[in-house]
Structure formats: structure tokens, C-alpha cells
Nanobody, 121 residues
Framework: QVQLVESGGGSVQAGGSLRLSCAAS????????MAWFRQAPGKERAGVAT????????YYADSVKGRFTISRDNAKNMVYLQMNSLKPEDTAMYYC??????????????WGQGTQVTVSS
């Protein structure tokens, strides 16, 4: 069964922090890569961070490097996105995805429903 469920979104002021969580079914977690993407109104969906669940290797979009951290808990089939020093331009719907390569959108076929993050100035 393919399942990805995001949680942890909300509203925060600029400079604040949020932690997003993604719960994956056991089958989904075996795809080896988990990622976070985001989509702001009127913009295309874009990669934020990816983690390879076996090796722990991570990849980040330049816009979030040094502010966001992706991590995983293999025992719980969970992936997290710690977001610090949030900016208004981080406002978007954040999606968890699985099974792709790096931050290449088209390679990811498994998606969650998304969780909204709103950062006010």
C-alpha cells in the first residue's frame, strides 16, 4: 500500500521555525528516497530536500541550504523537515514524495496530500 501523510504545517512569523513530518507506509519507505517539495500559488512545484533512507545522503535546494534539515527515522518509516529562519518566500504547500532521484520532480511518482506552511513578515 502506497501512503504518504504529511503533518506539522502552520503559520509562523519570519525568523521562526517549523518541523514537518511525513509518515510513510512500509512499502513506500522501501523506495529508498524520500523528499520534500513545495508549491507556492502561481508557481511550479519545486524540490526542497531529498534524503536517501539507506545511506542518509541528503540534497538541498540552494534556497534552503543552511536553514532546512531533512532527516529520517528508519525504524518508524518517518521523514522530517526542520525549517529554521523561515522567510515569507518559504510560504507554500509542502509535499512529501518518494522513490525519485535527487530533486528531479518528474522522477517522483509517489506523493502525499501536502501540508500548508505560511510565513508572515
Amino acid at each position: 500500500q502506497v501512503q504518504l501523510v504529511e503533518s506539522g504545517g502552520g503559520s509562523v512569523q519570519a525568523g521562526g521555525s517549523l518541523r514537518l513530518s511525513c509518515a510513510a507506509s512500509a512499502y513506500t519507505y522501501t523506495t529508498n528516497s524520500m523528499a520534500w517539495f513545495r508549491q507556492a500559488p502561481g508557481k511550479e512545484r519545486a524540490g526542497v530536500a531529498t534524503i536517501y533512507t539507506a545511506s542518509g545522503s541528503t540534497y538541498y535546494a540552494d534556497s534552503v541550504k543552511g536553514r532546512f534539515t531533512i532527516s529520517r527515522d528508519n525504524a518508524k518509516n518517518m521523514v522530517y523537515l526542520q525549517m529554521n529562519s523561515l522567510k515569507p518566500e518559504d510560504t507554500a504547500m509542502y509535499y512529501c514524495a518518494a522513490g525519485g532521484i535527487g530533486l528531479a520532480l518528474q522522477t517522483f511518482k509517489l506523493w502525499g496530500q501536502g501540508t500548508q506552511v505560511t510565513v508572515s513578515s
